[in-house]
């Protein structure tokens, strides 16, 4: 079982940053990718990026360039700097957690089995 926590979410007016933060725990294993994914209502659940046990990184194609997915070990927590932010970024954001062992970074919502409660973050135009 792995338990995810989210927190970092907000309000900010478009052109801002923001930082969430995923506080993982519980037995994760070696082989592990960890991803941001976004929602909006009446619409369907969107990869934002993930990073798995070996480094490799992989993004949606509309934050490229504009958010970054990162791990902080020594903290057991997993981070999303989000610059450049856009009205369209406005989504309720979830941290998630899939045993992973292929060799490409998923990004599909249905191959993370663990899921934090999700964290809002607003921007405004």
């Known amino acids: 079982q792995v338990q995810l926590v989210e927190s970092g979410g907000g309000s900010v007016q478009a052109g801002g940053s923001l930082k969430l933060s995923c506080a993982v725990s519980g037995n994760a294993g070696t082989n592990i990718c960890l991803g941001w994914f976004r929602q909006t209502p009446g619409k369907e659940r969107e990869g934002v990026a993930a990073i798995c046990s070996d480094g490799n990184l992989n993004y949606g194609d509309s934050v490229k360039g504009r958010f970054t997915i990162s791990r902080d070990n020594s903290k057991n927590s997993l981070v999303l700097q989000m610059n450049n932010l856009k009205p369209e970024d406005t989504a309720m954001y979830y941290c998630?957690?899939?045993?992973?062992?292929?060799?490409?970074?998923?990004?599909?919502?249905?191959?993370?089995?663990?899921w934090g409660q999700g964290t809002q973050v607003t921007v405004s135009s």
């Open positions: 998630a957690a899939a045993h992973w062992s292929a060799g490409y970074v998923p990004l599909a919502p249905g191959l993370f089995v663990y």
